[in-house]
């Protein structure tokens, strides 16, 4: 087969799909939403564990973002020990999924803890209106290029060592309880 004249491309006819592009903001507002459910999610079904986080961070913020450094470098060297065994392979890609829900949930405790630490300056206690405020404040800040991706880091190492050490706290807390109870002591 042969063409004959010449070939034109006409732009008017095919649509051009190349110029379209999702807004910036629309991630922004979908993240904030995403993180707004899973932040109500937890006020409403765990409120002290959660209070608890906030408390962390206000009170040693340097220790929970070192906890949180070391739990975010450990925790994956440790997955990988573990998947060097075959056995240890499904059990560290179920931890790997786990330890990424934790992140998260992380991150949206930590962005709860700045927004309870900053109403607490204003001498507002309102738990609802600190995740509205933290998440919100986060965000916005998270859009100034350098300074965003530093405070999303340090809102991620301070929500994952409070949630590390608030895990912690609780799961000694169990045990000590299960001791009395098998010891037939009652508080």
């Known amino acids: 087969a042969t063409v004959d004249g010449g070939v034109v491309e006409d732009s008017e006819l095919g649509g051009d799909t190349s110029d379209f592009t999702v807004p910036s903001w629309l991630g922004i507002v979908y993240g904030l939403l995403a993180n707004l459910l899973l932040g109500a999610i937890l006020l409403a079904a765990f409120p002290s564990f959660a209070t608890g986080v906030a408390s962390r961070v206000a009170d040693s913020p340097a220790m929970s973002g070192g906890v949180g450094l070391l739990t975010l470098i450990g925790v994956p060297i440790l997955l990988l020990l573990v998947a060097l065994t075959v056995v240890g392979i499904p059990l560290s890609l179920f931890a790997a999924v786990g330890f990424g829900a934790a992140i998260w949930i992380a991150v949206v405790l930590g962005q709860y803890a700045v927004g309870a630490w ?70």
């Open 118 to 187: 900053a109403l607490g300056l204003a001498g507002v206690d309102n738990r609802w209106l600190a995740l509205l405020v933290g998440l919100v404040a986060v965000a916005l800040v998270g859009t100034v290029p350098i300074l965003g991706a530093i405070v999303d880091l340090l809102v991620l190492l301070v929500g994952l060592g409070a949630l590390a050490v608030g895990l912690r706290a609780q799961r000694r807390s169990r045990r000590r309880n299960q001791s009395m109870s098998s010891e037939g002591i009652t508080e």
